[in-house]
DNA sequence: ATTACGGCATTGTGATCACATGTTGTGCTG
DNA sequence: CAGCACAACATGTGATCACAATGCCGTAAT
């Protein structure tokens, strides 16, 4: 009798989705190197399932821009040009402020201490020098934070500008150790939740602009490219 | 020797390519009804293909947010509710406005007059009450438009847009001829082309701002929903 | 008349095979 | 040694079957 309208429960019921779920945090986590051919032999091989669910997911990560079919029927891991990379920028920022600007109002005490914690991790991985978990909690963080937003068309849309730009959040980190160590008082994170605190949208927007600027502004460097204005 | 880079070709070669243009066409001519489920037999028996290719092409639907998998293992098109409408207006505006200001300066003569073309199939399709052409052919308008901003990464994300509320703009054309028949001096489009030959870039992302909203104003009003600011 | 149960039909998912196409390696030829 | 033809292999796509889960509907008990 329970009809049951929800759009999909949180716990993966079917293979494609376990699938799907391994292979989306992998990326989120750099583990797929730009320019590296993905194969469902190969993915069903290591994760021990048949072709089945790993077609769909593959066929998933693709409409998200995650993943790139060649016309020679090859699935790859698509490359960074300098105007996909000014694109990503633009779009993360006006999506990513839209979302903060929403979920400001809605973050309670306890969503902030998770934030703190969270934040507090992903502080440790940069010590430690753990850059999957470096790449993966900076999303997560990001992530948590829209969370309260409740965007339910927004979200999906950002999820996909991070998986894209996620196999190229090593050569971000790699940057970041060259050009200089982590200091805290350029703890871009803890800024935006003291901004939440405040309860200053304006500053928790100018905030995560320059956060996902910064990021594009190593890549650049990190690429040898021009820096943009 | 041809290694073809390129993404994909123009021209469908698989099945399911073409599966999932068709479907993609009929859903931003607004032949698919709100809250209406879909079956993959279904589809297939009606397009006379197997059921592997109405796979794939659901399973992208799906991912665009233009279809919905319930955890009942079934597949509807998602109805639509306020905190939605506001969501998909602020998201086209953003990226829209973006894809139309890089557009801009790319589009030569020959361009214009292929916009003005189709405005007057567009135009046309509104004084002969053909509401599948009438839908279509906006969107044709807008993509055609933004096509010379070459935003690769930018586009995917609002043709994800437009099918997810393509299903009602029926409501939306409706409204339109219930509140007041067309005008001539109200043709949001053709004010757009004009703006495009004076160079006026922030005129141009006005009237999109406006022609979005105007859309998204009559929508809330057929669905009795409070007008938003 | 209403509700609960049970059997049947429908539906998405998974598995397996066949196949067209593209890739790679190898040996022949100039 | 370079260039090319051809075979062997790898890979995504399509088709078909099996199956568990879900929905549908008629029947019967209260």
Redesign the pocket.
């Known amino acids: ?4 309208d929800k759009p999909s429960s949180n716990e993966p ?6 699938v799907y779920m391994q292979l989306r945090e992998a990326i989120l986590r750099g583990k797929f190197e730009p320019g590296h ?6 993915i069903a091989e290591m994760l021990g ?5 790993v ?2 997911s ?2 998933r990560l693709t409409t998200e821009r995650a993943l790139q ?7 790859t891991v698509p490359m960074m040009t300098p105007e996909k990379l000014e694109e990503l920028y633009q779009a993360r920022v006006s999506l990513e402020s839209y979302a903060a600007s929403r979920a400001i109002q809605n973050i309670d005490p306890e969503a902030l201490s998770y934030l703190y914690e969270v934040n507090e991790k992903h502080t440790q991985s940069i010590l430690e020098d753990n850059v999957e978990d470096y790449i993966y909690l900076n999303f997560e963080f990001h992530r948590e934070l829209y969370r309260y937003g409740r965007c339910e068309v927004v979200m999906p849309l950002i999820e996909s500008l991070w998986l894209q730009i996620a196999p190229f959040m090593r050569m971000v980190h790699s940057q970041y150790l060259t050009e200089s160590r982590f200091n805290e008082a350029e703890d871009k994170h803890k800024a935006m939740l003291t901004a939440i605190e405040k309860n200053n949208p304006a500053q928790l927007k100018y905030l995560i602009h320059d956060d996902i600027l910064d990021g594009v502004r190593r890549l650049q460097a990190a690429m040898g490219w021009p820096i943009s204005s």
Chains 1, 2 share one sequence.
């Open positions: 009798m329970n009809t049951d019921k079917t293979q494609q989705e376990r051919s993905v194969t469902l032999r190969g399932v048949s072709l089945m669910p077609r769909e593959l066929r079919l060649l016309n020679n029927r090859r699935i």
